[in-house]
């Protein structure tokens, strides 16, 4: 393999391959990314056996040819480089790697060592604008459970249906779900379950990119094409496995309505719940006083060996008054999945699961349990 590309091209693809790289003693190729020549572009893969990355840049291919080497020694070579042309060569399973006065070889391996990154082939299930799918995914991951003995709730929940997109999120604690049109119809329901770090990587990715995304699915993967506006730009294709197993019907969990109602500033809230995490105790406690009369909400937070705190905000309030309890941190969580200045809170009582969501929007909602009183 022989070839020419700019500097800053490939630390693009570096920095979006090697991100799943870790360090791997069982399979040491896992620390590794596969370099090939592709079409007339250079590719670079990286994979951890649940995700598979590749990314393609602009080169000028003077030979073709592949080869395997440390993800993390060669990233941190060419990060450190000025950006200019770099030429890269195999030889022996080593690469040759120059720049101006700079110049390393890597030890690789054979490219066959590497392990087959799965091509996914089936029908395009859609296609949507990056930014908007990216937005959706950030809005909902807070809320997926990171404990891998429930793998039904390890993972965003995606349910296709009557040209909506509609994303979902459980720990058992809180629950969040989000709901995108888009133009395509389908005829039948289609859904799945993407693993929480496919969704985690495919965030990252898509917070650099400016263009469409093409969802293709088989049976137990799914393939994330993105497709960037700017050609320069690498050309970039996800893998993941998905999870074998039924979401939660959480549908019922929904409150219809609501016996408390609240109406306030998302800003105000935050920074009251801010400082009185500061005084929270090791539940991460913070109690929640709603007086319709006096249209205040009275945040607090009492520890014995740290003292204690209490914020009055003001607040629309329509139904009874409440006093209810929170873990300050899944609060925080859904704020700050909000993007409207106004808020809506409904409340059932201090033991039943209350919603938030932008006071205009009903597209996306986030439910949160009380902590119970003891």
Same mark, same amino acid.
């Given at each position: 393999?022989k070839?020419?590309?700019?500097?800053?091209n490939?630390?693009?693809?570096?920095?979006?391959?090697?991100?799943?790289?870790?360090?791997?003693?069982t399979?040491?190729i896992?620390?590794?990314?596969?370099?090939?020549?592709q079409?007339?572009?250079?590719?670079i893969?990286?994979?951890?056996?649940? !995700?598979g990355?590749n990314?393609?840049?602009?080169?000028k291919?003077?030979?073709?040819?592949?080869?395997?080497?440390?993800?993390?020694?060669?990233?941190?070579?060419?990060n450190?480089?000025?950006?200019?042309?770099?030429?890269l060569?195999?030889k022996n399973?080593n690469?040759?790697?120059?720049?101006?006065?700079?110049?390393?070889?890597?030890?690789?391996?054979?490219?066959?060592?590497?392990?087959?990154?799965?091509?996914?082939?089936?029908?395009?299930?859609?296609t949507?604008?990056?930014?908007?799918?990216?937005?959706g995914?950030?809005?909902i991951?807070?809320?997926?459970?990171?404990?891998?003995?429930?793998?039904?709730?390890?993972?965003?929940?995606?349910?296709?249906?009557?040209?909506?997109?509609?994303?979902?999120?459980?720990?058992?604690?809180?629950?969040a779900?989000?709901?995108?049109?888009?133009?395509?119809?389908?005829? +039948?329901?289609?859904?799945?379950?993407?693993?929480?770090?496919?969704?985690?990587e495919?965030?990252?990715?898509?917070?650099?990119k400016?263009?469409e995304?093409?969802?293709?699915?088989?049976?137990n993967?799914?393939?994330?094409?993105?497709?960037?506006?700017?050609i320069?730009?690498?050309?970039v294709?996800?893998?993941?496995?998905?999870?074998?197993?039924?979401?939660?019907?959480?549908?019922?969990l !929904?409150p219809k309505?609501?016996?408390?109602k609240?109406?306030? +500033?998302?800003n105000?809230?935050f920074?009251?719940?801010?400082?009185?995490?500061?005084?929270?105790?090791?539940?991460?406690?913070v109690?929640?006083s709603?007086?319709?009369?006096?249209?205040?909400?009275?945040?607090?937070?009492?520890d014995?060996?740290?003292?204690?705190?209490?914020?009055?905000?003001?607040?629309?309030?329509?139904?009874?008054?409440l006093?209810?309890?929170?873990?300050?941190?899944?609060?925080?969580d859904?704020?700050?999945?909000l993007s409207?200045?106004? !808020?809506?809170?409904?409340?059932?009582?201090?033991?039943?699961?209350?919603l938030?969501?932008?006071?205009?929007?009903r597209?996306?909602?986030?439910i949160?349990?009380?902590?119970?009183n003891?």
């Amino acid at each position: 393999m022989k070839l020419v590309c700019l500097q800053k091209n490939l630390q693009k693809g570096l920095n979006i391959a090697e991100k799943i790289v870790g360090k791997n003693t069982t399979l040491p190729i896992l620390n590794n990314i596969l370099l090939e020549t592709q079409n007339g572009l250079l590719s670079i893969s990286s994979t951890n056996l649940e !995700i598979g990355i590749n990314c393609r840049i602009s080169a000028k291919i003077e030979k073709t040819g592949n080869i395997t080497i440390p993800a993390k020694l060669f990233s941190g070579f060419v990060n450190n480089l000025p950006n200019d042309k770099i030429f890269l060569e195999v030889k022996n399973n080593n690469l040759s790697a120059k720049l101006l006065n700079y110049k390393a070889t890597i030890s690789g391996e054979s490219a066959d060592n590497f392990p087959i990154i799965p091509k996914i082939t089936g029908e395009e299930l859609f296609t949507i604008n990056a930014a908007v799918f990216k937005n959706g995914l950030n809005q909902i991951i807070c809320a997926a459970s990171l404990a891998e003995n429930r793998p039904e709730i390890n993972g965003i929940f995606i349910n296709i249906v009557k040209g909506k997109i509609i994303m979902a999120a459980t720990d058992s604690f809180r629950l969040a779900e989000k709901t995108i049109n888009f133009n395509k119809k389908t005829e +039948n329901n289609i859904s799945f379950i993407i693993p929480i770090r496919g969704a985690q990587e495919l965030s990252r990715i898509l917070s650099e990119k400016n263009g469409e995304i093409d969802l293709v699915m088989n049976k137990n993967q799914i393939l994330f094409s993105i497709k960037d506006n700017d050609i320069e730009e690498p050309r970039v294709d996800l893998v993941s496995r998905l999870i074998d197993g039924n979401f939660p019907d959480y549908k019922q969990l !929904i409150p219809k309505d609501f016996k408390t109602k609240l109406i306030i +500033n998302k800003n105000d809230l935050f920074n009251a719940v801010k400082i009185s995490s500061v005084f929270s105790g090791k539940i991460n406690d913070v109690k929640f006083s709603i007086f319709g009369a006096k249209k205040e909400v009275d945040v607090a937070a009492k520890d014995f060996s740290a003292g204690e705190n209490i914020s009055k905000i003001s607040g629309e309030i329509t139904g009874d008054d409440l006093e209810v309890t929170f873990n300050y941190k899944y609060i925080i969580d859904g704020l700050n999945s909000l993007s409207g200045e106004k !808020i809506f809170w409904g409340f059932n009582g201090p033991t039943q699961p209350a919603l938030l969501r932008v006071l205009d929007d009903r597209d996306y909602f986030y439910i949160v349990m009380p902590i119970r009183n003891q």
